[in-house]
């Protein structure tokens, strides 16, 4: 699976009312601490890989998964293979890590609206530490449709009134550490 995504620095009030108007579907809002590793065999920043464990808090309740992002395929937005899976535990998982060798090196903390809207997800991310931005993202199956899940999450971009030339390729952990 490949995940297709384009993030965007956007005033969320005004992103918000624009998705109104346009007839998203609101989904749900989530508190996300994602909290970063480095592994002890190479360094993600320099591969661009990443690994994490995400604790989730909705109305629904709360969920622990872990990802790993592998380095970005493209250089036109933040494309890359990525794999998921829910854990029981997230303290648990966290130990299993840290025994193995594997360092915390930062937590995230966000706070993400989500929409839906022509068979992309929209996020409005308000990131403590960091600012507000918008995610337009969608998964394929195949590397073949990358580009045209890109082009449709640009369209999807300046139907919000924001603009693909606006892009950041950084992660919120990269911006977080160059705050």
């Keep these: 699976m490949y995940e297709v995504e384009v993030k965007v620095p956007a005033e969320l009030e005004a ?11 609101r989904k749900r809002t989530v508190v996300q601490a994602d909290t970063y590793y480095d592994a002890p065999h190479r360094s993600f920043p320099e591969t661009d890989e990443a ?29 890359r293979e990525e794999f998921e ?32 809207l022509d068979g992309y ?18 998964e394929v199956a195949t590397e073949d449709e990358l580009e045209s899940a890109r082009e449709g999450a640009y369209d999807v971009l300046e139907r ?7 892009q950041l390729r950084t992660s919120y952990l990269g911006l977080l550490l160059e705050s």
């Excluded at 854990?87 to 706070?111: N, P, Q, W, Y």
């Excluded at 997800?121 to 969608?138: F, I, K, M, S």
Aim: hydrophobic letters at 30%; a negative charge.
């Design 15 to 25: 992103v918000r009312d624009r998705l109104e108007d346009l007839g998203a579907t």
């Design 51 to 79: 690994l994490r464990i995400r604790r989730e808090s909705s109305d629904d309740g709360d969920e622990s998964r872990i990802t790993y992002k592998g380095p970005l395929l493209d250089d036109e937005s933040k494309s």
């Design 85 to 116: 899976t829910g854990v029981d535990d997230g303290e648990t998982m966290d130990a299993v890590l840290t025994s193995l060798g594997f360092e915390a090196a930062a937590t995230v903390r966000k706070e993400r609206e989500r929409y839906g």
């Design 121 to 138: 997800t929209v996020t409005l991310d308000a990131v403590d530490d960091v600012g507000e931005y918008v995610e337009v993202e969608t």
């Design 160 to 166: 919000l009134d924001l603009d693909p030339d606006d």
